[in-house]
T-cell receptor, first 111, second 114 residues
Framework: AQSVTQPDIHITVSEGASLELRCNYSYGATPYLFWYVQSPGQGLQLLLKYFSGDTLVQGIKGFEAEFKRSQSSFNLRKPSVHWSDAAEYFCAVGAGYKLSFGAGTTVTVRA | NAGVTQTPKFRVLKTGQSMTLLCAQDMNHEYMYWYRQDPGMGLRLIHYSVGEGTTAKGEVPDGYNVSRLKKQNFLLGLESAAPSQTSVYFC?????????????FGPGTRLTVL
């Protein structure tokens, strides 16, 4: 069965500082991995996805993620956070209509 | 393009009441999904549809019914609401079933069952 673990429930980061969100997955075959962001009161928006090729994936809003098969991880990073990055972030694994989401990590940005 | 829209945005029900949530998409997507989001649990798939006239059960289907009479609409029904169904409900759609296909989400419906 496929599953996703996001170890950090809540992260607080200063504006301008770097951010890294952890994601560990369990999947029986080649994983298809996604990061979504949910701003307060909004639906989920896709930040980036990985399904093959270069293990470093660039996304929108200055985010990137690195796929590490040996560690079953797909961590999300941003070099310098902005106040508008305060949101909840979800990692998901799966294929097509069978996506499994992690519980999410809430990011708070302090001035 | 409006993308994926959901109606209503908020609703309060009493135990035992029924209601229908409407999801509409204008992207001509084949696949549509209903999820519920609960604190600390991420999103869980309730039901999904692979095309007009088809529906299938997801991870947590009990207490819900769905219908996809038109390609652009996907309805989620609660016949007899229970407090355990208090949640935020998200609809999503995707073009087809290729593994890398992106699901596009609506803004959500916040449902409270008293």
């Amino acid at each position: 069965a496929q599953s996703v673990t996001q170890p950090d429930i809540h992260i607080t980061v200063s504006e301008g500082a770097s951010l890294e969100l952890r994601c560990n997955y369990s999947y029986g075959a080649t994983p298809y991995l996604f990061w979504y962001v949910q701003s307060p009161g909004q639906g989920l928006q896709l930040l980036l996805k990985y399904f093959s090729g270069d293990t470093l994936v660039q996304g929108i809003k200055g985010f990137e993620a690195e796929f590490k098969r040996s560690q079953s991880s797909f961590n999300l990073r941003k070099p310098s956070v902005h106040w508008s990055d305060a949101a909840e972030y979800f990692c998901a694994v799966g294929a097509g209509y069978k996506l499994s989401f992690g519980a999410g990590t809430t990011v708070t940005v302090r001035a | 393009n409006a993308g994926v829209t959901q109606t209503p945005k908020f609703r309060v029900l009493k135990t035992g009441q029924s209601m229908t949530l409407l999801c509409a998409q204008d992207m001509n997507h084949e696949y549509m999904y209903w999820y519920r989001q609960d604190p600390g649990m991420g999103l869980r798939l309730i039901h999904y549809s692979v095309g007009e006239g088809t529906t299938a059960k997801g991870e947590v289907p009990d207490g819900y019914n769905v219908s996809r009479l038109k390609k652009q609409n996907f309805l989620l029904g609660l016949e007899s609401a229970a407090p355990s169904q208090t949640s935020v409900y998200f609809c999503a759609s995707s073009l087809d079933r290729t593994p890398q296909d992106t699901q596009y989400f609506g803004p959500g419906t916040r449902l409270t069952v008293l």
